[in-house]
């Protein structure tokens, strides 16, 4: 086993599991945003394992620096200490749908191996790298990148909006 | 690679119960962000599987799409958690027959 | 396209262009802007639009008379209207002799009725808007008119030869708020298309036809050179029997004429058309628009000429509109009614001549008529004006005194529609009556010489008697109308004085061989020359000049007789035509209410027609039917919705999400069904 | 390989951690006292020996360990915890990609970086590890379970966000200068000068320059290229730092003492060093980025390799220049710590409104027309042919 996929066992490991403890911590949202932080951060380092050093980076930056903190923000601006909900409606139908997720998760776990291509050999030099990203990002996909910031604005003056108190 | 793309599709699940079985908005607007992130980890295999860096850009696209929907639905939450005095998807079912 | 001999020149697409900018102009004013300009403003682009398309017609000539005689063809290609693979259609302009001379009678007349309109329109009681929007209606008319006699190839007419329907029936409704004027319109308007139908019908049969020679274009030159492929198929008709293909085609153009031109059985719009305001019949259903059918016909000259069985068909539906339209003239006392049926007579014998191939003689009457007849509209207009918009002769007469100016240049226009020896009107009836004389190709064509002749009588007649009864004998109107009777504006008079000098020289210009001899006018029967290049020869017999002076002859008998009978009735002895009304009653109350024509396709067509579409089409197809099915689906769909569906929308959000994941995860094991 | 990093790990700690942090106490209680006017720390003695005050830091730490670790009732003791470790811990992860010196060839199969993870990426990783420091402000203010806290990380959960968007985009033209985002590549482009009037020659004012004018020349430091990205990013990395005169987080007068409210002891005391740590880091990174890195004014490496070289040989040279540039980096970092400690004690704090107002309102457009204007003159430039 070599020094990298030990790595991304530990790595791997650590993100399912803060990702089920996320799902699984019904009592503390606070706590459910760590685990989540901690997924972000475990899989930025899957990224870089993988020679994504870019969008390892920006995963931490983004995701880690600013979505979650927003979440984090959110809880804390709302104060929401416990979650002491009600019981649950509709628990049929959670089960069933929880039930078959993990039906087609397992069918899908058993259906990747062997039915992906192999891995190129050789990687082109600077692969991952901000240099040919960022190339490829503003030429072929200026158009998309040009959206992006479009979405971007609207969402911006949406959530202004709705977070307003009154519209005045 | 099998290995990258089967931690995405458990985390993938993981984000659909999640997104499935919580009450607290907060909790399923991080579970989408959790399916984001799988979908995000398979884009990156992809990308490393070929040799390309497209993948990434879809990354980065993603990334931003995440953040928009982010703050749309933290909005969403904060005008909800104002006039309805919860966080409970159930208490949210006015549109209904 | 056939490109030898054709002149490329951009003046063309300035004719209609005028025209167009200055009623989009209006429109654009009154329509979307909602300000009126000030009368003088909308006159100065009205007029100044029509006078500018004119000089341009003008200009054009000149450039056209300066080629050779074979190739006397201008061109002007616009841009590609149509591109359907091997189908092209181009918006382009042609400018031949034949549309030469149409365009400047059109320009010519349009511009001195524009001018007479000025002053007929003034005393419109209505706001500013109301006279911009009849300057709008008249402007986009001219356009339409100038599509139509431009055109070069069958599309484009056909644009025109709508865009002239559409504004006939606006300027008949011009006055809507009375609901018979816009009865009228819309009657005018109906019984176009159906006359529109038969020729699309043609067009349609004559583009598949030449489509299948290989030729699928819808060109006038290019046609006239394909025309030979076609000239022995024959089509099988429904009731049995086969037709020549061109023959058919023929007939189908002129069942579009017929309507255009108000033929039989199609004129019973024309003399209702006479609602609209006087300028708009003498432009449109007098001058212009009603001689589109004819012109029609002469621009195919060439299938009418390879095609004697239509040509037959076109030559008696004339002879016998102008007897019938005449016998109905004798009896009105409306004077513009009187006009109107006078004018289907006209029009019959111009296709008289089209049909026994004297194509020229027919352009030749169709430009005279179009100065006599709208100097006589204009001068009825003078006197409705004088009137105080009574139309009945019965309420007038004795107007001479008062109004002389109008009672001499009306008078010039009688003389000249009668056939006075010299005038326009002379010339161009004995040349159809000549045609038709010589028209041996036709089956009895001796019967349409003849029925001319009487038509000639008659016409001489009905246009003395309203002569008389309106400007002679005793002034039947009220004494408190009699003390107002006045001259109109001078806007109004202007026009008539060069109608009426027109109408009495335009013969001259053009007279026939035997008479430009007898007179010394070296040019004569310049216009037949100048058309030839651009109209079919048919099938011309010459006659002896011997004979030739004999028909002159009739025909000035003709007129003697039919005049003095006027002077006879109606200022010797006006107390004939009541005695002739109580001897004759049954006939002159057939006359009198036109043959109960109008009657008889109420009866027939009409009520049947909309007692079909009324219990049939509308209740019983569309709403019950039609409405059935929509309404009856929508209401399965609510029914279904509040018993069962509606369960399903729980406003949960995690049950949709549930849904969609058990949709998304059947698609996936959809496509990886076969791994 | 393994034993160089190790080697340069080691360095770090010692000079920084061991070296710069107590020191900084210190100073900054000396340099306090020298602007209010007062004597300063100078009353910890071991057998009557002040030392100027230097024993301070040792009793402090002396007295932190020993005083008792308090968690509030209602906490969450697990983040209670975690919060001060999360908020230290990217503080020294962030000295990973410093570049302390240059570039130096001993011979060995490869050259010599002085920097620990010589890394492509380097000015990113360093925004990516700080902004994982804010979860430990936000943390500890919600794990205490008390409104003043929670206010206080309420605030800098806040502050952070904002300054981190502003303070990436205030280098985006540095990026666009040095077409690099590596500190050391940054640094290694910095090792050099340009003449200041240069420019006349572009525009063809003049052919050649009088060689009296060549001589006004500046170094290609990222201050003098950037001028305003420099005091842009210079005001967002203090910011994110909370200090005086941004620290609303724990402003005493109103929120008693902000997020940190609850702790005491070394837990309370790893917030303090973090926020102490960050003051030689953030002095790092502007000056690796902005100050010319290691580089010695109007001397490039080469130079001075091969000045000294031609009498002492070149290994004695590369390592005398290790050495000397190794000094000019430190000598450098300290001139930016004594700039943030005068601003922090200069400075009154913000209101609330201001340092948002400064942050969306003033710097974020700033830094746009700042990216803006860079890449229109760079554009400009390569038309010209420079």
């Given at each position: 086993m070599s020094i990298q996929l030990a790595l991304f066992y530990f790595f791997a490991a650590v993100a399912v599991g803060s990702a089920l403890a996320m799902v699984l911590n019904l009592r503390n949202t606070v706590a459910s945003a760590m685990s989540l932080v901690i997924t972000m951060v475990s899989l930025a380092a899957v990224y870089v394992l993988m020679d994504a050093f870019l969008v390892g980076a920006l995963q931490i930056m983004v995701y880690g620096g600013a979505i979650v903190v927003l979440f984090v923000f959110v809880v804390m601006l709302l104060n929401l200490r416990q979650d002491d909900f009600p019981p649950p409606r509709q628990r049929f139908v959670k089960a069933l749908g929880t039930l078959l997720v993990l039906f087609a998760l397992g069918k899908l776990v058993a259906a990747v191996p062997g039915a992906l291509p192999e891995a190129v050999a050789r990687l082109p030099e600077g692969f991952g790298g901000y240099r040919d990203v960022g190339t490829a990002l503003f030429t072929r996909f200026l158009l998309p990148f040009e959206a992006t910031s479009l979405l971007l604005l609207a969402a911006l003056v949406g959530a202004v909006v709705l977070a307003k108190r009154r519209l005045d | 690679m099998d290995l990258v793309v089967d931690l995405s599709v458990v985390l993938f699940a993981i984000g659909v119960v999640g997104a499935l079985v919580r009450r607290n908005v907060i909790v399923i607007l991080m579970s989408v962000e959790l399916m984001l992130n799988a979908v995000n980890l398979a884009f990156v295999a992809f990308s490393r599987m070929h040799g390309n860096n497209d993948g990434h850009v879809f990354v980065l696209i993603v990334i931003t799409v995440a953040a928009a929907e982010v703050a749309v639905g933290l909005g969403i939450v904060i005008s909800l958690f104002r006039n309805r005095d919860t966080v409970n998807v159930d208490d949210v079912s006015l549109l209904k027959w | 396209m056939l490109n030898e001999g054709v002149h490329t020149s951009e003046l063309l697409r300035l004719i209609p262009l005028f025209p167009l900018a200055a009623a989009v102009f209006h429109g654009v004013m009154i329509g979307l802007l909602r300000r009126p300009l000030p009368r003088a403003g909308v006159i100065a682009v009205s007029c100044g639009a029509v006078l500018l398309s004119f000089g341009v017609a003008i200009l054009a000539l000149g450039e056209l008379l300066s080629y050779p005689v074979e190739s006397r063809v201008l061109v002007d290609d616009l841009y590609t209207w149509v591109g359907a693979g091997r189908f092209v259609a181009e918006a382009s302009l042609l400018f031949d002799p034949l549309s030469a001379v149409m365009s400047l009678v059109v320009t010519g007349v349009g511009a001195l009725i524009h001018v007479y309109s000025i002053g007929y329109m003034d005393d419109d009681e209505r706001d500013d808007k109301g006279f911009q929007r009849f300057f709008c209606y008249l402007n986009l008319f001219m356009f339409s008119m100038l599509m139509l006699v431009l055109g070069d190839n069958l599309l484009v007419l056909f644009l025109g030869w709508e865009g002239v329907g559409l504004c006939s029936y606006l300027l008949i409704g011009f006055w809507y708020g009375d609901e018979w004027n816009a009865y009228c319109g819309s009657k005018a308007f109906i019984v176009n298309r159906i006359g529109d139908f038969g020729f699309l019908v043609g067009i349609f049969v004559l583009f598949a036809a030449l489509a299948q020679v290989g030729h699928p274009t819808v060109e006038f030159r290019e046609i006239q050179t394909a025309i030979g492929l076609l000239a022995d198929r024959t089509v099988a008709m429904p009731w049995g029997g086969e037709w020549k293909l061109l023959t058919l085609v023929g007939v189908c153009f002129f069942v579009g004429a017929c309507g255009k031109s108000a033929q039989?059985?199609?004129?019973?719009?024309l003399p209702d058309a006479m609602a609209g305001p006087t300028p708009v019949s003498a432009l449109i259903h007098a001058a212009t628009m009603v001689t589109a059918g004819v012109y029609m016909v002469c621009r195919m000259s060439f299938l009418y000429a390879a095609a004697p069985g239509a040509s037959a068909v076109v030559a008696w539906t004339g002879a016998l509109t102008a007897l019938v339209a005449a016998t109905i003239a004798v009896a009105q006392t409306d004077i513009k009614k009187v006009l109107a049926y006078s004018t289907v007579s006209q029009l019959g014998y111009m296709f008289v001549a089209a049909g026994c191939g004297g194509y020229s003689a027919a352009i030749f009457h169709l430009g005279t008529h179009a100065f006599f007849k709208a100097l006589l509209f204009l001068g009825s207009g003078a006197v409705i004006l004088a009137m105080h918009h009574e139309q009945d002769t019965d309420k007038m007469g004795g107007l001479a005194r008062y109004i002389p100016k109008t009672h001499r240049v009306f008078g010039v226009g009688v003389l000249a529609i009668s056939g006075f020896p010299l005038l326009s009107g002379f010339f161009s009836k004995d040349e159809i009556l000549l045609s038709a004389f010589a028209a041996e190709q036709i089956p009895g064509h001796l019967w349409l010489y003849g029925i001319g002749l009487g038509t000639a009588v008659l016409t001489a007649f009905y246009m003395f008697r309203v002569h008389f009864r309106t400007f002679y004998g005793e002034c039947r109107a009220p004494a408190e109308l009699r003390s107002h009777i006045h001259e109109p504006a001078n806007t109004v008079m202007y026009p008539l004085y060069v109608l009426a000098a027109l109408s009495v020289v335009a013969g001259l210009l053009s007279p026939p061989q035997l008479w430009g001899d007898l007179l010394g006018i070296a040019r004569s029967n310049s216009l037949h020359h100048f058309l030839e290049p651009a109209l079919s020869r048919g099938a011309v017999h010459t006659v002896e000049h011997s004979v030739e002076w004999l028909l002159v002859a009739l025909a000035v008998s003709a007129f003697v007789v039919g005049a003095g009978l006027a002077w006879w009735m109606y200022?010797?002895?006006?107390?004939i035509p009541g005695r002739i009304r109580e001897r004759a009653a049954g006939l002159y109350r057939a006359v009198a209410n036109k043959y109960w024509v109008d009657e008889l396709y109420d009866t027939v067509l009409v009520h049947p027609l909309v007692a079909v579409s009324d219990?049939?089409?509308?209740?019983?197809?569309?709403?019950?039917g039609i409405d059935g099915v929509v309404n009856g689906s929508a209401a399965a769909v609510r029914a279904l919705a509040a018993r069962g569906l509606k369960y399903a929308q729980t406003g949960l959000t995690q049950s949709y999400l549930f849904f969609m994941i058990v949709g998304a995860l059947a698609m996936l094991g959809w496509m990886l069904r076969s791994s | 390989m393994i034993a160089e990093t190790i080697g340069k790990i080691l360095f770090v700690l010692l000079v920084v951690m061991g070296a710069f942090l107590p020191l900084i106490t210190w100073v900054e209680r000396k340099q306090s006292a020298l602007i209010q006017d007062r004597v300063g720390?100078?009353?910890?003695?071991l057998a009557g020996i002040t030392v100027l005050g230097l024993l301070h830091p040792l009793t402090d730490v002396l007295k932190l360990f020993a005083k008792e670790d308090f968690v509030p009732e209602g906490a969450n003791r697990v983040m209670h915890l975690l919060a001060p470790v999360i908020s230290l811990v990217p503080a020294i992860v962030m000295l990973a990609v410093v570049p302390f010196a240059g570039v130096y060839d001993f011979g060995g199969e490869r050259p010599f970086s002085f920097v620990i993870a010589d890394v492509d990426w380097g000015l990113l990783f360093v925004f990516a590890v700080g902004s994982i420091a804010a979860y430990g402000t936000v943390i500890s203010g919600w794990a205490s379970n008390n409104n003043w806290a929670l206010l206080g990380s309420l605030r800098a959960s806040a502050q952070m966000i904002s300054y981190e968007v502003t303070m990436g985009l205030s280098v985006v033209g540095l990026f666009m200068c040095f077409?690099?985002?590596s500190l050391q590549e940054m640094s290694l482009a910095q090792d050099s000068t340009f003449r200041l009037l240069g420019f006349l020659e572009h525009f063809g004012v003049v052919d050649t320059l009088p060689a009296w004018l060549g001589w006004l020349q500046l170094p290609t430091w990222g201050i003098f290229l950037q001028p305003l990205g420099f005091v842009m990013f210079l005001t967002c990395i203090m910011a994110e730092n909370k200090r005086p005169p941004f620290d609303l987080p724990e402003a005493e007068s109103e929120l008693v003492a902000g997020y940190h409210l609850e702790y005491s002891g070394m837990r309370w005391g790893l917030f303090y060093t973090a926020e102490f740590l960050e003051v030689p880091v953030i002095g790092c990174i502007v000056t690796a980025a902005?100050?010319?890195?290691w580089s010695i004014p109007f001397l490039d490496t080469q130079t001075l390799i091969s000045g000294i070289g031609g009498t002492f040989g070149t290994g004695f040279a590369t390592g005398l220049a290790l050495v000397l540039q190794l000094l000019a980096f430190l000598a450098k970092v300290i001139v930016m710590i004594w700039l943030q400690m005068t601003i922090r004690w200069s400075l009154p704090r913000f209101r609330y409104d201001q340092v948002m107002d400064l942050c969306w309102k003033i710097l974020l457009p700033l830094s746009l027309a700042n990216v803006f204007v860079t890449g229109a003159v760079i554009l400009w430039m390569k038309e010209l042919g420079a």
């Amino acid at each position: 086993m070599s020094i990298q996929l030990a790595l991304f066992y530990f790595f791997a490991a650590v993100a399912v599991g803060s990702a089920l403890a996320m799902v699984l911590n019904l009592r503390n949202t606070v706590a459910s945003a760590m685990s989540l932080v901690i997924t972000m951060v475990s899989l930025a380092a899957v990224y870089v394992l993988m020679d994504a050093f870019l969008v390892g980076a920006l995963q931490i930056m983004v995701y880690g620096g600013a979505i979650v903190v927003l979440f984090v923000f959110v809880v804390m601006l709302l104060n929401l200490r416990q979650d002491d909900f009600p019981p649950p409606r509709q628990r049929f139908v959670k089960a069933l749908g929880t039930l078959l997720v993990l039906f087609a998760l397992g069918k899908l776990v058993a259906a990747v191996p062997g039915a992906l291509p192999e891995a190129v050999a050789r990687l082109p030099e600077g692969f991952g790298g901000y240099r040919d990203v960022g190339t490829a990002l503003f030429t072929r996909f200026l158009l998309p990148f040009e959206a992006t910031s479009l979405l971007l604005l609207a969402a911006l003056v949406g959530a202004v909006v709705l977070a307003k108190r009154r519209l005045d | 690679m099998d290995l990258v793309v089967d931690l995405s599709v458990v985390l993938f699940a993981i984000g659909v119960v999640g997104a499935l079985v919580r009450r607290n908005v907060i909790v399923i607007l991080m579970s989408v962000e959790l399916m984001l992130n799988a979908v995000n980890l398979a884009f990156v295999a992809f990308s490393r599987m070929h040799g390309n860096n497209d993948g990434h850009v879809f990354v980065l696209i993603v990334i931003t799409v995440a953040a928009a929907e982010v703050a749309v639905g933290l909005g969403i939450v904060i005008s909800l958690f104002r006039n309805r005095d919860t966080v409970n998807v159930d208490d949210v079912s006015l549109l209904k027959w | 396209m056939l490109n030898e001999g054709v002149h490329t020149s951009e003046l063309l697409r300035l004719i209609p262009l005028f025209p167009l900018a200055a009623a989009v102009f209006h429109g654009v004013m009154i329509g979307l802007l909602r300000r009126p300009l000030p009368r003088a403003g909308v006159i100065a682009v009205s007029c100044g639009a029509v006078l500018l398309s004119f000089g341009v017609a003008i200009l054009a000539l000149g450039e056209l008379l300066s080629y050779p005689v074979e190739s006397r063809v201008l061109v002007d290609d616009l841009y590609t209207w149509v591109g359907a693979g091997r189908f092209v259609a181009e918006a382009s302009l042609l400018f031949d002799p034949l549309s030469a001379v149409m365009s400047l009678v059109v320009t010519g007349v349009g511009a001195l009725i524009h001018v007479y309109s000025i002053g007929y329109m003034d005393d419109d009681e209505r706001d500013d808007k109301g006279f911009q929007r009849f300057f709008c209606y008249l402007n986009l008319f001219m356009f339409s008119m100038l599509m139509l006699v431009l055109g070069d190839n069958l599309l484009v007419l056909f644009l025109g030869w709508e865009g002239v329907g559409l504004c006939s029936y606006l300027l008949i409704g011009f006055w809507y708020g009375d609901e018979w004027n816009a009865y009228c319109g819309s009657k005018a308007f109906i019984v176009n298309r159906i006359g529109d139908f038969g020729f699309l019908v043609g067009i349609f049969v004559l583009f598949a036809a030449l489509a299948q020679v290989g030729h699928p274009t819808v060109e006038f030159r290019e046609i006239q050179t394909a025309i030979g492929l076609l000239a022995d198929r024959t089509v099988a008709m429904p009731w049995g029997g086969e037709w020549k293909l061109l023959t058919l085609v023929g007939v189908c153009f002129f069942v579009g004429a017929c309507g255009k031109s108000a033929q039989i059985p199609l004129y019973v719009w024309l003399p209702d058309a006479m609602a609209g305001p006087t300028p708009v019949s003498a432009l449109i259903h007098a001058a212009t628009m009603v001689t589109a059918g004819v012109y029609m016909v002469c621009r195919m000259s060439f299938l009418y000429a390879a095609a004697p069985g239509a040509s037959a068909v076109v030559a008696w539906t004339g002879a016998l509109t102008a007897l019938v339209a005449a016998t109905i003239a004798v009896a009105q006392t409306d004077i513009k009614k009187v006009l109107a049926y006078s004018t289907v007579s006209q029009l019959g014998y111009m296709f008289v001549a089209a049909g026994c191939g004297g194509y020229s003689a027919a352009i030749f009457h169709l430009g005279t008529h179009a100065f006599f007849k709208a100097l006589l509209f204009l001068g009825s207009g003078a006197v409705i004006l004088a009137m105080h918009h009574e139309q009945d002769t019965d309420k007038m007469g004795g107007l001479a005194r008062y109004i002389p100016k109008t009672h001499r240049v009306f008078g010039v226009g009688v003389l000249a529609i009668s056939g006075f020896p010299l005038l326009s009107g002379f010339f161009s009836k004995d040349e159809i009556l000549l045609s038709a004389f010589a028209a041996e190709q036709i089956p009895g064509h001796l019967w349409l010489y003849g029925i001319g002749l009487g038509t000639a009588v008659l016409t001489a007649f009905y246009m003395f008697r309203v002569h008389f009864r309106t400007f002679y004998g005793e002034c039947r109107a009220p004494a408190e109308l009699r003390s107002h009777i006045h001259e109109p504006a001078n806007t109004v008079m202007y026009p008539l004085y060069v109608l009426a000098a027109l109408s009495v020289v335009a013969g001259l210009l053009s007279p026939p061989q035997l008479w430009g001899d007898l007179l010394g006018i070296a040019r004569s029967n310049s216009l037949h020359h100048f058309l030839e290049p651009a109209l079919s020869r048919g099938a011309v017999h010459t006659v002896e000049h011997s004979v030739e002076w004999l028909l002159v002859a009739l025909a000035v008998s003709a007129f003697v007789v039919g005049a003095g009978l006027a002077w006879w009735m109606y200022v010797r002895s006006p107390e004939i035509p009541g005695r002739i009304r109580e001897r004759a009653a049954g006939l002159y109350r057939a006359v009198a209410n036109k043959y109960w024509v109008d009657e008889l396709y109420d009866t027939v067509l009409v009520h049947p027609l909309v007692a079909v579409s009324d219990r049939v089409l509308y209740r019983g197809i569309d709403a019950a039917g039609i409405d059935g099915v929509v309404n009856g689906s929508a209401a399965a769909v609510r029914a279904l919705a509040a018993r069962g569906l509606k369960y399903a929308q729980t406003g949960l959000t995690q049950s949709y999400l549930f849904f969609m994941i058990v949709g998304a995860l059947a698609m996936l094991g959809w496509m990886l069904r076969s791994s | 390989m393994i034993a160089e990093t190790i080697g340069k790990i080691l360095f770090v700690l010692l000079v920084v951690m061991g070296a710069f942090l107590p020191l900084i106490t210190w100073v900054e209680r000396k340099q306090s006292a020298l602007i209010q006017d007062r004597v300063g720390a100078n009353r910890a003695d071991l057998a009557g020996i002040t030392v100027l005050g230097l024993l301070h830091p040792l009793t402090d730490v002396l007295k932190l360990f020993a005083k008792e670790d308090f968690v509030p009732e209602g906490a969450n003791r697990v983040m209670h915890l975690l919060a001060p470790v999360i908020s230290l811990v990217p503080a020294i992860v962030m000295l990973a990609v410093v570049p302390f010196a240059g570039v130096y060839d001993f011979g060995g199969e490869r050259p010599f970086s002085f920097v620990i993870a010589d890394v492509d990426w380097g000015l990113l990783f360093v925004f990516a590890v700080g902004s994982i420091a804010a979860y430990g402000t936000v943390i500890s203010g919600w794990a205490s379970n008390n409104n003043w806290a929670l206010l206080g990380s309420l605030r800098a959960s806040a502050q952070m966000i904002s300054y981190e968007v502003t303070m990436g985009l205030s280098v985006v033209g540095l990026f666009m200068c040095f077409q690099t985002l590596s500190l050391q590549e940054m640094s290694l482009a910095q090792d050099s000068t340009f003449r200041l009037l240069g420019f006349l020659e572009h525009f063809g004012v003049v052919d050649t320059l009088p060689a009296w004018l060549g001589w006004l020349q500046l170094p290609t430091w990222g201050i003098f290229l950037q001028p305003l990205g420099f005091v842009m990013f210079l005001t967002c990395i203090m910011a994110e730092n909370k200090r005086p005169p941004f620290d609303l987080p724990e402003a005493e007068s109103e929120l008693v003492a902000g997020y940190h409210l609850e702790y005491s002891g070394m837990r309370w005391g790893l917030f303090y060093t973090a926020e102490f740590l960050e003051v030689p880091v953030i002095g790092c990174i502007v000056t690796a980025a902005f100050l010319g890195g290691w580089s010695i004014p109007f001397l490039d490496t080469q130079t001075l390799i091969s000045g000294i070289g031609g009498t002492f040989g070149t290994g004695f040279a590369t390592g005398l220049a290790l050495v000397l540039q190794l000094l000019a980096f430190l000598a450098k970092v300290i001139v930016m710590i004594w700039l943030q400690m005068t601003i922090r004690w200069s400075l009154p704090r913000f209101r609330y409104d201001q340092v948002m107002d400064l942050c969306w309102k003033i710097l974020l457009p700033l830094s746009l027309a700042n990216v803006f204007v860079t890449g229109a003159v760079i554009l400009w430039m390569k038309e010209l042919g420079a």
